[in-house]
């Protein structure tokens, strides 16, 4: 196989800046002035603009790397990693400061929702528009505007002005034409957040189709799940820097260590319910292996530690340690208890942690709280210690069905396994 597309020592930097003018004209004149030395002061509104001197960022620094025909590489990074900056440049929305790109064949790329739609023009005649921008002929176009339409699943809209579309509508149809340009390189953003699960798995697998094709594919995501398993190498960006390419296996795994490990303390918690006779003073979540975790993935083994400190230990026999995860807005989504599976807590000694189990977590992607409280007797008794949002839980898409395939939380609240057959009727 060929390399289709290469980056050499490839750098992006902005100035950090302030444009405060009234007007575009006004500060055009005031730049000009500036630069000739005949500013006048008091034309100035706001803040003035920062020179190159006070402040410049880099938004990609040294990045190199290869693409090989028909590649599926997942990019993968933290917010403000230099992702998207990565994509403008490769679709030549901008030019890079330092470096190069060297890129064979045609590219087609959807960074943004709705990019290159007219609000006051019809979906119709912006399925040609964009198509034109994005370099098909009006007659290839006509050829598949029946497969785009039907692919977008808004076909009775398509008479109607877009600026009266949702996004989740205009993000629809910008990625269905997108995707019947068969380009050699198909260049595509986080924009699927945007659609609903059914049609972010119809993407997926219209990407696969794409991919099996022998096309080549960048495709920047924060699931990690659907990198997996529909990339073939991955590439991870921090702060600007290329920090690994490789297998999407390996990439994925990078990333995940990327991610800061959450400790939530509770030393200075005042919020607090119980006797106090046992204080939890931070919460960590972590993998089944014991490494504490920034967020979980669904389906995978997590742990909940709560570390705590006792003056009476000998006292607390028969603690009860709750803990319940709701949702953002406080809805109780399950709750786990020792005494349900009659594991006593005892002996306990003065510092240590209690740790709760959660194989497979059945949660959708989504940000969760959890709440506990540490009580004597399994029927409420004596409350020793309770907070509510005592920890987040972040939640990532992962393999809880085995597939990459995992339904948003507007699904449901819960995930359940499940399968499926059919059963002739019974002969009469």
Not at 323 to 343: D, M, R, Y
């Amino acid at each position: 196989m060929s390399v289709v597309l290469r980056t050499e020592q490839l750098s992006k930097q902005y100035r950090l800046g302030v444009i405060n003018r009234r007007m575009l004209y006004q500060e055009i004149q005031s730049r000009w002035a500036r630069w000739r030395g005949k500013e006048d002061p008091h034309t100035l509104i706001g803040h003035p603009v920062r020179t190159e001197k006070d402040g410049t960022f880099w938004a990609l620094r040294d990045v190199s790397f290869d693409v090989q025909e028909g590649d599926v590489v997942g990019i993968l990074g933290r917010n403000g990693a230099g992702k998207s900056t990565l994509l403008k440049i490769l679709s030549q929305i901008t030019s890079p400061t330092e470096g190069r790109v060297l890129i064979k064949g045609r590219v087609a790329s959807l960074l943004e929702v709705g990019t290159g739609f007219h609000p006051e023009l019809t979906g119709r005649d912006n399925v040609f528009l964009n198509g034109a921008i994005l370099g098909m002929t009006r007659r290839d176009i006509a050829g598949k505007f029946d497969e785009i339409a039907a692919f977008s699943g808004i076909e009775q809209f398509l008479d109607t002005p877009v600026k009266r579309y949702s996004s989740g509508m205009t993000v629809r149809l910008a990625f269905a034409v997108a995707a019947h340009l068969e380009p050699e390189i198909l260049i595509i953003d986080e924009v699927l957040a945007v659609g609903d699960a059914s049609f972010q798995q119809k993407c997926l697998g219209k990407m696969s189709e794409v991919a099996k094709g022998g096309r080549t594919i960048l495709f920047v995501s924060h699931n990690a799940a659907a990198v997996e398993s529909l990339c073939t190498r991955g590439i991870v960006l921090d702060d600007g820097k290329l920090v690994f390419a490789g297998t999407q296996t390996e990439a994925v795994a990078q990333y995940a260590q990327l991610q800061k490990p959450r400790t939530a303390s509770l030393a200075g918690r005042a919020d607090r319910k119980g006797s106090g006779q046992i204080r939890v003073n931070a919460v960590e979540l972590r993998e089944a292996g014991g490494a504490v975790i920034a967020s979980a993935r669904s389906g995978q083994d997590i742990e909940v530690w709560l570390h705590y400190e006792t003056q009476v230990p000998g006292e607390l026999d028969d603690l009860t340690a709750r803990i319940t995860v709701v949702s953002e807005l406080g809805v109780p989504i399950f709750t786990q208890l020792n005494a349900l599976k009659h594991q006593p807590l005892a002996p306990l000694p003065p510092r240590g942690s209690i740790v709760c189990r959660l194989p497979r977590l059945p949660l959708p992607p989504s940000l969760y709280r959890i709440n506990y409280s540490l009580n004597l007797g399994r029927r409420g008794g004596l409350r020793l210690d309770a907070l509510t949002d005592a920890a987040d839980l972040p939640v990532e898409a992962g393999h809880f069905f085995g597939t990459s395939d995992c339904p948003s939380v507007q699904a449901g609240l819960c995930l359940a396994d499940g399968d499926w057959r059919v059963e002739p009727a019974a002969e009469r």
